[in-house]
């Protein structure tokens, strides 16, 4: 066995994590989910602080989501797992993608947004990264990298374009693929976010997928007034509804709580998103998770 280009073999894991990928081979077979109800009254004093000097792209809620995620992925380790082709593996990395209208109508094309982290980021790198890559993606001539693959191999006759299209998919199956091929498809990702909430959506869960190596969807719905319980009484505060969709066979339910809980306190504290997203939680808060 041998490592990919994008991820480390792993060969030391327990029975349990070795047998399971035979027992159940697909992703799709292997889907839990996960839903919470953020309350958003700290986060939005937070986002408040960070425009009061008003820079050129503002923060928002999407971006202070993406960086509670990416730093609970960095600091628990095991959310970096995927299984391909019976076989566990750990990234190279912690990434990121999610898709980018270019324009709100029917006829709006979309395209992709990829973000490569790294463990000593902070919030302020993230948003950075992200307004780097909308003033690109915004323009109605750009194509990404994965579109333009998709597109290249749609204009052949169907004849050459069928079984070219099954040759990659089991490259990709094989953990052969050429990484120019996925080097933005967000199913090669860490984690894939869909903003519902950005069209208005109140949210819903995304599927997995076979294809690539993403364990992680999360799709976020629109923030509005929503009802929280404090005291046996019922208030009503600004909030938003995540739902998570994750292959169950990365890690246990123990691990996945501790990692849901650990990613709610950072939204809860947002300063802490001003941290290296490597930078570890004291010891007394981790136990009180």
Known sequence: MTDRFDAKY?????????????????????????SFRLDLSELNAYIAK???????????LFQCLIAAVLKTITLR??????????????????????????EFSD??????????????????DLHNEIHRQLLKLKNKEYVDESTAVMDSFNKLPEWISRPAVSAVCRLEKAGLIPPALVETDPYHSTVNFA???????PGGFHHLTN????????????????PFFENDEVVFKDGVDINITMDERIADGYYFSKSMKMMQYFIAHPDLLDRPFNEKLSDEVFASL
């Open 211 to 226: 294809w690539g190596t993403t364990s992680i969807f999360i799709v976020i719905g629109k923030m509005d007034r929503m």
């Open 10 to 34: 792993l060969k030391n894991i327990d029975s349990m994590h070795f047998i399971m990928p035979f027992m159940f081979p697909n992703r799709c077979d292997n889907e839990t989910f996960f």
């Open 107 to 124: 006829e709006g094309g979309e395209v992709l947004a990829f973000i490569h982290s790294k463990p000593e980021w902070t919030i302020d």
């Open 50 to 60: 960070k425009n009061a000097d008003n820079p050129e792209y503002r923060y928002n």
């Open 77 to 102: 380790s095991k959310l970096s797992i995927f299984i391909h082709n019976r076989k566990m593996y750990k990234r190279n990395e912690v990434s990121a993608a999610f898709t980018v209208k270019q």
């Open 195 to 201: 903003n519902l909430g950005s069209i208005g959506l």
